[in-house]
């Protein structure tokens, strides 16, 4: 039985199912701090759904989840959010809200959640936007802003509660490859910076392995392979090694063959 206080994150045979489609099946992760842990797997494999786990969102159809000590499936409302400001979530499309600032949409976690003055959350968003190099932009809106500067107004917003655990879901998502790989390099600096522990959730494999200290494939709602990079890289599981090398020869399509055939 592994010490559960010493993960940041848990999932222990975590089921779930959403009408007649199991999405996970008996699915088991430990996340370790400081641990920049990639998950991945084809679309529709349930890696956005461990996400939502983790934060209290869904509720399992079987198993525990954990945030260090707290188990999330157990915790009165209340609880479950005094729990949630300590995990930042970035979110696919940035999620900024189009009728505030740069400043102000950072500012927003700070605003509904402390007691802060307004000095003392300008003083936090200005140090989060520095970090994240748009220290300039504070008055721009969101629509005058790139994909990759919306991206890192999302990243800001999500430090300025101190997490320790961010979670990421498709942070490259839409961007183009060298704007994506600014997003990967400041990923990994900032989760240095803060020894924060992060779980990223991507199919994109360049930008996997550039931030990844470990590495999940999620398959038939199982994790299938959980390794270190180089390990990963090496592994024998056919799935995997289909996976990587994005051939179309493989077990991942036997089963979709019928299905196109059908449609």
């Given amino acids: 039985m592994s010490n559960h206080v010493a993960n940041v994150v848990e999932l222990r045979d975590v089921h779930m199912q959403f009408e007649d489609k199991q999405v996970l ?8 701090p400081q641990d920049r842990l990639v ?24 198993g525990s989840v954990f945030f260090k000590q707290f188990e999330i499936t157990r915790l009165k409302r209340r609880k479950l959010m005094q729990v949630r400001h300590q995990i930042g979530m970035v979110y696919q499309y940035s999620a900024l809200l189009s009728s505030r600032n740069v400043r102000d949409n950072v500012a927003l976690p700070l605003e509904e959640l402390t007691d802060k003055s307004r000095a003392e959350i300008d003083e936090v968003v200005d140090e989060k936007l520095r970090l994240v190099g748009l220290q300039d932009s504070r008055e721009q809106m969101p629509s005058e802003l790139s994909g990759g500067m919306r991206k890192r107004v999302s990243l800001a917003r999500a430090l300025v509660l101190e997490p320790e655990l961010i979670l990421f879901d498709e942070p490259s998502a839409g961007l183009d490859p060298v704007i994506a790989s600014v997003i990967d390099e400041l990923i990994i600096s900032l ?36 390794a270190a990079p180089e390990q990963f890289k090496q592994s024998t599981n056919p799935v995997v090694a289909q996976f990587l090398s994005g051939s179309t020869e493989g077990p991942i399509l036997e089963g979709t063959q019928d299905a196109i055939a059908a449609k």
Wanted: hydrophobic share 35%; proline share 1%; glycine share 12%.
């Fill in 25 to 32: 099946d008996g699915t088991s992760l430990e996340v370790r």
């Fill in 39 to 62: 998950v991945m797997g084809q679309s529709g494999s349930g890696k956005s759904t461990i996400l939502r786990l983790i934060l209290g969102i869904l509720q399992p159809s079987s």
């Fill in 191 to 226: 989760t240095e910076q803060s020894k924060v522990t992060s779980i990223i959730v991507t199919h994109e494999m360049g930008s996997a392995f550039r931030i990844g200290t470990r590495m999940a494939m999620l398959y038939h709602g199982k994790i299938i392979e959980d």
